[in-house]
């Protein structure tokens, strides 16, 4: 990452040029709190008291979705909250490194913008599993196959609204599910954040690389990928690994990106954030109505 922030502070001294960090911007965090978090909640008050809220599951990328985690942590004191990475690239899991296909998500670094001390789960997926169910979801033999298991037609093909970090949600659901042993009164959320649309050119890709997705490969990938996902890779974070995952801050922020000692040890503080997701977010809105009046739409 540190080659992309540093081209970035070269194009910043254009003042032409406008730099939107997502990785550092708290608008990010703060919009998923209050519009993603409260969207899960209007869902999870249609539920019946039969059911638990559980858990929180969501790709890192750039800590902005996650950002949820902090509103329904309000609600539901004992919800789980995951994060989840590629195996290829544990940065959070083991400290690690590397490329990875799960395209979307952050790697190599902790942002700025996340609040670690609310994280309580880190799991890592196999970025093979996520391009071979990209395959299930949408080659002809994974829809017929769907339907076989009793899915209509219309539900096969919706499928096609996971795109490749999605799958990689869906499947670090399943192993929260696993680890934990949940059961039908329990609720996970998770997000599907993009689609199918996103990766056509990577469908050819995998039918030229390897051919023609068959029968065989539906059923192998539906049992291996799906009904047998397992929990290898899947960390509960005690005090110690959150503050461990919080100090990789410091290298990419302090030392590199002109943030403060300062601001880093504060950011450990519950009330850090408290008044980053409550205390600016009317700072927000009134710029987001500037805007409006300035462009005619209010």
């Not at 502070?9 to 960090?21: K, V």
């Not at 539900?155 to 680890?179: D, E, R, V």
């Not at 799906?226 to 005090?239: G, I, K, V």
């Amino acid at each position: 990452m540190k080659e992309i922030y540093d081209k970035c502070w070269e194009l910043r001294e254009d003042a032409n040029n406008i730099i939107f960090n997502q990785f550092d911007e708290f608008g990010n965090p703060i919009y998923h709190y209050h519009v993603t978090g409260r969207a899960i909640e209007e869902v999870a008050d249609k539920l019946t008291n039969d059911y638990r809220i559980t858990a929180y599951v969501s790709a890192t990328g750039s800590a902005g979705t996650i950002a949820a985690g902090d509103y329904l942590r309000k609600l539901y004191p004992h919800l789980k909250v995951v994060a989840t990475e590629a195996v290829q690239c544990p940065t959070l899991y083991m400290n690690g490194f590397g490329g990875h296909r799960i395209e979307g998500i952050g790697d190599k670094h902790v942002p700025w913008v996340h609040n670690v001390r609310n994280t309580d789960v880190v799991t890592a997926i196999d970025d093979e599993d996520c391009m071979r169910l990209l395959r299930f979801f949408n080659e002809e033999a994974g829809l017929q196959y769907m339907e076989q298991l009793g899915l209509s037609q219309d539900s096969a093909a919706s499928m096609s609204l996971l795109g490749i970090s999605s799958i990689c949600n869906l499947l670090a659901a399943i192993k929260t599910a696993k680890y934990f042993e949940l059961n039908e009164k329990d609720v996970i959320f998770t997000i599907f954040t993009d689609s199918v649309e996103l990766y056509e050119s990577r469908l050819i890709e995998l039918r030229d690389s390897f051919g023609k997705y068959a029968r065989d490969h539906a059923l192998r990938d539906h049992a291996a990928l799906l009904q047998e996902q397992r929990t290898d890779y899947f960390r509960e974070l005690n005090y110690r690994d959150r503050k461990t995952i919080h100090n990789l801050k410091y290298y990419t922020w302090v030392e590199q990106q002109g943030k403060s000692y300062e601001e880093i040890l504060e950011q450990w503080n519950p009330e850090y954030w408290e008044q980053i997701f409550e205390g600016e977010v009317g700072y927000f809105d009134e710029l987001i109505e500037q805007m409006d009046a300035e462009i005619g739409l209010s």
